[in-house]
């Protein structure tokens, strides 16, 4: 079993930043992709960004290049997502997901409980 653990959300004004993290602990996360999706009221949960745990390897979707970077702690088993000039767009619960790597819910057997972020203009 990996348990993961999101922290970092609030409100914030459009344009600002925030920095959400997801500590994993359980099974070893060698092999494991990490990946955060997000899901707005009313809406479907939507990829924004992934890494492999080892390689370094990253993707992210449309909407977050140029302003979110998925990063990662290794010895502290801890993924970031820094999000920069957040809109109103951006505002939805996000998660933390671990899983084989995919833009799609259904590569991910692990989630986190998620953290609300709020964006107002």
């Known amino acids: 079993q990996v348990q993961l653990v999101e922290s970092g959300g609030g409100v914030v004004q459009a344009g600002n930043s925030l920095r959400l993290s997801c500590v994993a602990s359980?099974?070893?996360?060698?092999?494991?992709?990490m990946a955060w999706f997000r899901q707005a009221p009313g809406k479907e949960r939507e990829f924004v960004g992934l890494s492999s745990w080892s390689g370094g390897v990253t993707r992210y979707a449309d909407s977050a290049t140029g302003r979110f970077t998925i990063s990662r702690d290794n010895a502290k088993n801890t993924v970031f997502l820094q999000m920069n000039n957040l809109t109103p767009e951006d505002t939805a619960v996000y998660y933390c997901?671990?899983?084989?790597?995919?833009?799609?819910?259904?590569?991910?057997?692990?989630w986190g409980q998620g953290t609300q972020v709020t964006v107002f203009s």
């Open positions: 359980g099974r070893t996360l060698n092999n494991f992709v």
């Open positions: 997901a671990a899983g084989i790597g995919s833009e799609r819910t259904i590569g991910y057997e692990y």
